[in-house]
Each structure stands twice: as structure tokens, then as C-alpha cells.
């Protein structure tokens, strides 16, 4: 049987995440991947192995997502067959430290509610870490998730953003509503 394998890289500080208390965190996500994950915590070094190429992805997906910050219970999600991850780089958009500090400012809102609010009305969840923002959530919602953020992160007003959200949940309310009506 082939063996596959990737190496990843993740922040030194979110190696102890990864790892969790006693091993716990390492130990389900292999048990949950069926892979071996091999953690160099001097360096944040991660390969990791397995013979099932879409566990082997589904893997990478969620150390890549707790290495973004996510804690690992949302970063399991993952494995769910919906649920996608999605990164923003803020870096691209923000000319320098201050200009990153702003834009990421504008995504987290007052005391978070512009992220919670966001979070509510996708069901997605969000991760403001570094130079990135990191998005998880069923795949029918992370690009409007990501579109909102796009749209702040260019100056577009909080309340357009959750406007443009709010129709969209809408969508897929009524679409969810007449595959209902439909099956009956």
C-alpha cells in the first residue's frame, strides 16, 4: 500500500494547540484522519503520513487551520463532508503594519461584534490571526463569508456588509425552503 505524505509549517506558538493536554489533540485527529503525525515543537514542523490521500488532505486541512488559529474542536469540523477552510491574507491589502492592524480591525468590529455578527449570520466561524483571516463553515457559505470580509477589508460600510449577508441567508432560506416543498 502507498504511503502519502506532506510537511507543513505552523507558528511555534500553536504547537502546544495542536498537541493538546497529554497528546489529546495529536492523538484524535490521527484516530479521526487515519494518519501518523510527526511534530517537530523547536521548529513548528508538521509532516504528516497516511495511505488515504482525502484523509491525508482533510488532515492537512485541520493542522493547517489550528496553525491559523482555530481551536481544534472547530478545526475538526473539517472533516465534515460540507465543511470547507478558507484563507484571507491581509498582507496583500494593507500597505503596512498600521494599514494591516486597521483592515483587521475593521473584519473584528468593537468589542468582536462585527465578527460575531458576521459568524451568525453565515454560520461560519472566524479566526483573526497574524496576517490572515481564516474562515470554516458549510461550503455553501464560506464564499459569501468571504466576499463580506473582502467588502470590509475594501471600505465598504459594516452595515451594506451584514445588508449583503442578510439577503443571502434569505437565498438560501427560500432555496432550502422549495427543495423541501419539492421532495414532498
Known amino acids: 500500500m502507498e504511503e502519502y505524505k506532506y510537511d507543513l509549517k505552523i507558528p511555534k506558538e500553536r504547537v502546544a494547540v495542536l498537541i493538546g493536554s497529554k497528546g489529546e489533540t495529536k492523538k484524535l485527529i490521527e484516530k479521526e484522519t487515519s494518519t501518523k503525525l510527526y511534530i517537530d515543537s523547536e521548529e513548528g514542523d508538521v509532516a ?33 463532508i460540507d465543511y470547507v ?5 491581509v498582507s496583500e491589502l494593507s500597505r503596512n503594519k498600521n494599514d494591516m492592524q486597521r ?4 473584519v ?7 465578527r460575531k455578527c458576521i459568524e451568525e449570520l453565515t454560520n ?3 479566526s483573526v490571526y497574524g496576517k490572515t483571516i481564516g474562515i470554516i463553515g458549510p461550503v455553501e457559505q464560506v464564499g459569501n463569508t468571504r466576499i463580506a470580509i473582502e467588502m470590509l477589508l475594501n471600505g465598504s ?13 434569505r437565498e438560501v ?3 432550502n425552503f422549495k427543495e423541501q416543498f419539492k421532495s414532498k
Do not use: W, Y
Open 157 to 169: 460600510m459594516h452595515a451594506s456588509v451584514f445588508q449583503f449577508l442578510e439577503k443571502k441567508r
Open 48 to 80: 504528516v503520513s497516511g495511505t488515504d490521500s482525502l484523509n491525508l488532505f482533510s488532515c492537512r486541512e485541520v493542522i493547517t487551520a489550528i496553525g491559523r488559529g482555530f481551536n481544534p474542536e472547530i478545526a475538526l469540523k473539517l472533516l465534515k
Open 85 to 89: 477552510f478558507d484563507l484571507i491574507n
Open 124 to 126: 461560519c466561524e472566524l
Open 108 to 114: 473584528i468590529g468593537q468589542e468582536g461584534k462585527s
Open 103 to 106: 483592515l483587521k480591525g475593521r
Open 173 to 175: 432560506k427560500t432555496i
